[in-house]
């Protein structure tokens, strides 16, 4: 029986100087981490001549190479970035230089800072402003994305489960229910403590019921049920596409010919459109309950002197005003997280990132909304 033995040739390295003063380093054998790689400190310390300003290599006698040759040229370019010299990789195999480029500092994920000085202000300014007319191209075109996706949602050419759309309603409906109630009856209790305590001074306890009412049936009930689900389903949605990204199943989606935003947006936003007026109605039924609270057992008004008196304050303008409102929160949380989520980076900090900027971007999309919308309503008299 015949036993092949493969006898590996110990790594070998000549230093020497090109007629231009570069400073040549040929390799030869096989620099692999089983052999005896040699120290790259040692280089630039037997280097001929006193400053070396450029660094050349030759590599046709390189019978193989493994991770010990990338180690060695990592130390030995960090070294030379360090010294202020210059590197030419062109006599480098083709794949070394390939995993040398991946490695580069200026090639990692942002966020990971290696020293070097601050950039002066003016480039940090205009870095920001660039960043935000990104992020506003980025937006509007994913807009654009799903606006398309409606339409053809409406023609029936949509591709998305319905089985999916069905969960979705359920996670952000139902299952919101015990936070939204908990939520509402403490505002609309908090409202009427802070009305009991001037109306009193007057002798008007029974204006309490109109406070509360108008007060969170127009706005404070949309308003609380959307930071609710910022925080609740906005963030939800954007760790769900976020880990999906991270595990390219995004891109598998892709690969398979379907649309992201129609399978994985469409049916998310289609549920919070849908659940988010629900939910405001249950919000405003829940607040002037708790108004109601306070107003019986604070104030000894009646149960029903409190209800007909909510009822005359109330109309059906306040209660189309604040639906609408809800309607508006219901996109700008699905888009926010949505949007979020498919811009994520490919590692696990960056989905807790994604999720934290959705639950931002919805909560300042949401009190942005409100004041143009109550500008809006004043301009026209509502």
């Known amino acids: 029986m015949?036993?092949?033995?493969?006898?590996?040739?110990?790594?070998?390295?000549?230093?020497?100087?090109?007629?231009?003063?570069?400073?040549?380093?040929?390799?030869?054998?096989?620099?692999?981490?089983?052999?005896?790689?040699?120290?790259?400190?040692?280089?630039?310390?037997?280097?001929?001549?006193?400053?070396?300003e450029r660094l050349v290599f030759e590599t046709a006698g390189l019978a193989g190479w493994d991770s010990g040759l990338l180690i060695f040229l990592a130390k030995l370019f960090e070294i030379?970035?360090?010294?202020?010299?210059?590197?030419?990789?062109?006599?480098?195999?083709?794949?070394v230089r390939k995993l040398m480029a991946l490695a580069a500092p200026e090639n990692q994920r942002s966020g990971v800072t290696r020293g070097g000085t601050r950039p002066p202000f003016l480039e940090r300014v205009a870095d920001v402003a660039l960043d935000q007319v990104h992020g506003i191209?980025?937006?509007?075109?994913?807009?654009?994305?799903?606006?398309?996706?409606?339409?053809?949602?409406?023609?029936?050419?949509?591709?998305?489960?319905?089985?999916?759309?069905?969960?979705?309603?359920?996670?952000?409906?139902?299952?919101?229910?015990?936070?939204?109630?908990?939520?509402?009856?403490?505002?609309?209790?908090?409202?009427?403590?802070?009305?009991?305590?001037?109306l009193k001074l007057f002798g008007a306890q029974i204006y309490v019921a109109d406070v509360v009412g108008i007060g969170v049936v127009r706005v404070m009930g949309a308003i609380m049920t959307g930071i609710i689900m910022s925080g609740r389903t906005g963030a939800a949605f954007a760790a769900q596409l976020g880990t999906m990204q991270v595990n390219e199943e995004i891109d598998a989606l892709e690969t398979l010919g379907f649309s992201p935003v129609e399978f994985l947006v469409l049916p998310r936003m289609l549920a919070l459109m849908l659940m988010m007026p629900l939910l405001c109605v249950y919000a405003d039924l829940m607040g002037v309950v708790g108004g109601m609270v306070v107003g019986v057992g604070m104030l000894n008004l009646g149960v029903m002197e409190y209800i007909n008196q909510s009822r005359a304050a109330l109309n059906l303008t306040h209660f189309l005003v604040g639906l609408?409102?809800?309607?508006?929160?219901?996109?700008?949380?699905?888009?926010?997280?949505?949007?979020r989520g498919i811009q994520c980076e490919r590692s696990a900090s960056a989905v807790g990132y994604a999720a934290t900027s959705a639950v931002v971007t919805s909560i300042v999309s949401i009190v942005v909304a409100t004041a143009i919308i109550t500008l809006s309503c004043q301009v026209l008299g509502i």
């Open 80 to 95: 030379c970035r360090r010294d202020g010299i210059g590197v030419d990789q062109s006599g480098l195999p083709a794949g």
């Open 137 to 198: 191209r980025d937006m509007l075109a994913f807009i654009g994305e799903v606006t398309l996706a409606f339409i053809k949602m409406v023609r029936g050419r949509a591709d998305f489960r319905r089985l999916d759309l069905i969960i979705t309603i359920q996670e952000t409906g139902a299952q919101a229910l015990p936070i939204v109630t908990l939520i509402s009856l403490l505002v609309g209790m908090i409202l009427a403590f802070v009305a009991a305590i001037q």
């Open 324 to 339: 609408f409102h809800s309607f508006v929160f219901g996109i700008l949380v699905a888009i926010a997280g949505c949007l």
């Open 2 to 52: 015949l036993v092949s033995v493969a006898i590996m040739s110990p790594s070998e390295l000549k230093i020497d100087t090109t007629p231009d003063g570069a400073l040549l380093l040929t390799l030869a054998g096989e620099w692999k981490m089983r052999s005896a790689v040699p120290s790259p400190d040692s280089v630039l310390a037997h280097a001929p001549g006193e400053r070396v």
